[in-house]
Every structure is written in structure tokens, then in C-alpha cells.
């Protein structure tokens, strides 16, 4: 038990640490987006590469901020089902969750999406825009990236369940210090 302890802690740290740093990739997009706004209507100048900039910046804040989004339970759930009830149907759901359907489509996203970046890096893909950026095959690894972190953070998660349900207290979510009256 001490050993997924240890694992759940290392990954919850580890996707809490690069949501930390993605998160301010969206102040630079925010900056870089006023600087194309200004460009193009105040001046009349527009760089493709600047406006494809903010886009891949917003495709790696998403894919890498996956993690930490479940991380802090901020993904999509039906909570009248599932806010109400005790910690233990919490980690059950949870745990169920993660085990039949998050890890299996993570699973599949991987498997379809390697070839796919293995191609790209390959022949060191870039933008398909005249003056876009190099690198596209970067951003594409962004993928199986995104599937590691949200993999990982699904084990956690599972993990994270099993010890609440064999008893171990200091893993329930910090609103349920208590269980519901």
C-alpha cells in the first residue's frame, strides 16, 4: 500500500508542477493574440507564423493541462449522481471510471496517434502555410504526451480510489474530510 501511496503522490505532484508552468502559456497567448489584433488592424501587418503561435500554444495547454484538470476533478461529470454521495461511491465510481473507460481510451488514442506522429517526425513536418512555423512534428509528439500525463493521472486516480476504499483516509478528496449526514 506504502508503494501506491508513493506513486499517487509522485504523479498528482508531477501533473500539479506542469499545469502550474502550462497555465502561464495562456497569458502568452493572450499577449501574442492582442500583438496579432494590433498588427493587423492598427497597422496592417500579418505574420502566419505569429498567428499560428497562439494556436499551437492553445493545443499544448490543453493536451498538457489534461493531467492536472483531473487532477483537480475539473473534468465533465453528471454531479447530481455523483456530489451527493458518500466518499466510498465516489472512489468506486472513480475507480471504475478510470479502469473501464478513461485508460482504455487513453490507450487507443496512443495507439492510433503513434504512427501518426511517427510520420510526422519523420519527415520533420512543418506548417502547411506559406511563412508558418517549422516544427509541426513537435507539436504533434504533443499527442503522446497528452496520453502519458492523462494516463498517468488516471492510475493515480484509480489508486487514489482503491486506498480510500481499503480505508485509508488521508486519500479522500478534501471536501469529504466527512462523510455527508
Sequence with gaps: MKGLATFVNLVDSLNEHIGRAVSWMTLLMVIITFVVVVLRYVYAIGW???QESYVWLHGIVF???AGYTLLHNGHV?????YRPNSARYKAWIDLCGALVLLLPLVIVVFLVSFDYVAASWA????????GGLPGLFLLKSV???FCALIGLQGLSLACRSFLVLTGH???KPEDEETEPI
Design 63 to 65: 493536451m498538457l493541462g
Design 77 to 81: 461529470r453528471v454531479d447530481i449522481f
Design 169 to 171: 483516509p488521508e486519500f
Design 123 to 130: 519527415r520533420l513536418e512543418e506548417s502547411r502555410e506559406a
Design 48 to 50: 502566419v507564423w505569429l
Design 143 to 145: 499527442i503522446l504526451v
